[in-house]
């Protein structure tokens, strides 16, 4: 074989395998779909916050990292590795692409269910209000006397 052909071949082959890795994240990054759930669980806790009236903006940034802590913790994933992940989610965009669209996903099915419920009970409310009480009210009444007017 000549050495134009085993340059070829050792191309091919170094590209094949390349192809094979795209889908291959490393053991230590958090998987993707621990990633999806803690995104969804730090963008819905950064709506909180943001409805909040905090006195500054050093407060919000306190109330954030602490939220995002509980949240870490609660996925039983350190803050190092978190970030790690995420900086390599990034880098490979069709990767982050996927997580995003997943969040997305969620969150507008966690907006719809909320929605339907708030419409429901809203409903309910409504019936409530203008349906007759369940126990009868009497009113009794009584002609009032009138006091003789003397001067």
């Known amino acids: 074989m000549n050495s134009k052909h085993l340059f070829f071949v050792v191309i091919f082959s170094f590209l094949l395998m390349q192809c094979g890795t795209k889908d291959r994240i490393p053991s230590e990054m958090v998987p993707k779909e621990k990633m999806v759930d803690i995104l969804l669980d730090i963008h819905l806790m950064e709506s909180k916050i943001e409805s909040v009236r905090f006195g ?11 939220a995002q802590k509980d949240i870490l913790q609660k996925y039983k994933v350190d803050s190092a590795t978190y970030y790690k992940s995420y900086d390599y989610y990034f880098e490979k965009m069709y990767h982050m692409k996927d997580i995003y669209e997943k969040v997305a996903a969620r969150a507008k099915s966690l907006m719809e269910k909320y929605n339907t419920q708030d419409s429901l009970a809203k409903q309910q409310k409504d019936k409530k209000g203008i349906s007759k009480p369940k126990v009868p009210v009497q009113v009794k009444l009584q002609p009032v006397k009138q006091k003789d007017k003397e001067e």
Request: proline letters at 0%; glycine letters at 0%.
């Open 56 to 66: 500054s903006r050093d407060s919000m940034q306190v109330a954030y990292l602490n």
